[in-house]
Every structure is written in structure tokens, then in C-alpha cells.
């Protein structure tokens, strides 16, 4: 059984920075999402990253803030020094909702991979591949990461949906969805050892400090 250690260290270094970026936006208490592009002809070097800023604001070139178009994918999109992103991969932490999925096939994104799912966006795939121009448009994707990564990328995002949105249908379909990743949500929200960390520690010690509780969510 992998350890949290090992799962980290195995990581490509475009997720390790995919995951630092939604662990600063989880800290900055938006939604922790983290987004980077990626050139596979070039050794998989990364091109740009980005993090959601939908609560923070940033006004300085390139970075969306501020908004709901502050989204991770966005911000790397708007990093870009190129016209688009043809025959690069996109790496995100959480599977894109409508509005990123839509400006990665604008911006002819070759790939996409993501760590968590969203049950926001289920079954948006196939809306696309409805539509002759959107279909032709789709890039390929993988994903998401089984066990405890799949549920770390998943908490990061749905925390905010849980602390900022209590009563709002979204943190309703995030409890009835996600039942037990909610559950510890909620229980790691009065842990003072996890708030610590929360304030002041990197990611890899907050994927530790959780695993075993990832780990027993299957």
C-alpha cells in the first residue's frame, strides 16, 4: 500500500504544481483548484500554471481575479505568450466545468488530464459530443486519480463549497454526492493540528496528514 510519501514523490512534476497551486488557493480560501499547461513535444515542460482566484484580488496583467472567470484553467489560459494552446496538455486538479472545458476546445487543447471528478459536471461530456463543431473540438482526456489523490483534489475544491455556500444547492449536491468526503470536511474543520497546517504547511504535508482518512473513503 502506497504511502503518502510515495504517492507525492511519484507524481510528474506538472501535477506536483498542479496540486501546490490548488493547495494556495485552498488557503486563500477559494475554491482549491490548481491548473497548469504543458508542452509533450518539449520534455513536458510546463508553459503555465494557474490557480482559482474567484475570492482573491489580483489586478495585475494576465490573472483573472476576483470573479467566477477566475477559474485555475482560466488563469493559465491567460498566462499564455502564444495564440493558443494547440498541441498542449492541460493538468488540472479538478475535472473543468462548463466554462473551461469550452476555452480548452477554443484554445485547441490536445489533452486533458484531471485528478478529481465533479458531479457538477456529469454527463458534460457527452453534450459536447452532440454538437458536430464541439465534438470535432474535444480534446482527449484521462482521469480521474482512483483512492485518496482523487478524493485530496476533490476536498480541496468542495471545502469552499461547504464553509461559503452552507444552505445553497451546491453544498447540498456536494453532501448528497460526496457523503463521506463531506463528512470529513466537517470533521477536519475543528482540528487544530489540520488548521495549522492549513495556515502554514506545504501540500505534501496536508496529503499527509490526511491519507489515512482519503485512504478508508476507498
Given at each position: 500500500m502506497s504511502s503518502a510519501t510515495d504517492t507525492w514523490k511519484s507524481l510528474s512534476l506538472p501535477w506536483q504544481v498542479a496540486f501546490e497551486e490548488a493547495w494556495a488557493a485552498y488557503r486563500a480560501g477559494t475554491f482549491g483548484v490548481g491548473a497548469v499547461l504543458v508542452d509533450p513535444a518539449n520534455d513536458d515542460s510546463i508553459v503555465t500554471a494557474g490557480r482559482n482566484r474567484v475570492m482573491q484580488q489580483q489586478r495585475s496583467p494576465r490573472t483573472l481575479s476576483g470573479n467566477m472567470t477566475a477559474h485555475a484553467e482560466m488563469n493559465?489560459?491567460?498566462?499564455l505568450d502564444q495564440f493558443d494552446a494547440e498541441g498542449l496538455h492541460l493538468y488540472t486538479t479538478l475535472e473543468p466545468c462548463l466554462m473551461c472545458a469550452a476555452t480548452a476546445m477554443l484554445m485547441k487543447v490536445e489533452h486533458v488530464h484531471?485528478?478529481?471528478?465533479?458531479e457538477f459536471n456529469a454527463g458534460m461530456d457527452e453534450l459536447w459530443g452532440k454538437h458536430s463543431l464541439t465534438a470535432g473540438w474535444q480534446p482527449t482526456s484521462t482521469g480521474p486519480f482512483d483512492g485518496p489523490l482523487g478524493h485530496f483534489g476533490r476536498l480541496l475544491a468542495m471545502t469552499f463549497n461547504l464553509e461559503q455556500l452552507v444552505g445553497q444547492?451546491?453544498?447540498q449536491l456536494a453532501r448528497d454526492e460526496q457523503p463521506a468526503l463531506a463528512?470529513?470536511?466537517?470533521r477536519i474543520a475543528t482540528d487544530d493540528q489540520w488548521m495549522a497546517i492549513r495556515k502554514s504547511g506545504t501540500v505534501h504535508r496536508a496529503l499527509g496528514h490526511?491519507?489515512?482518512?482519503?485512504?478508508a473513503i476507498g
Open positions: 493559465a489560459f491567460a498566462e484531471f485528478a478529481a471528478r465533479d444547492s451546491a453544498e463528512g470529513l470536511i466537517d490526511l491519507w489515512g482518512d482519503l485512504e
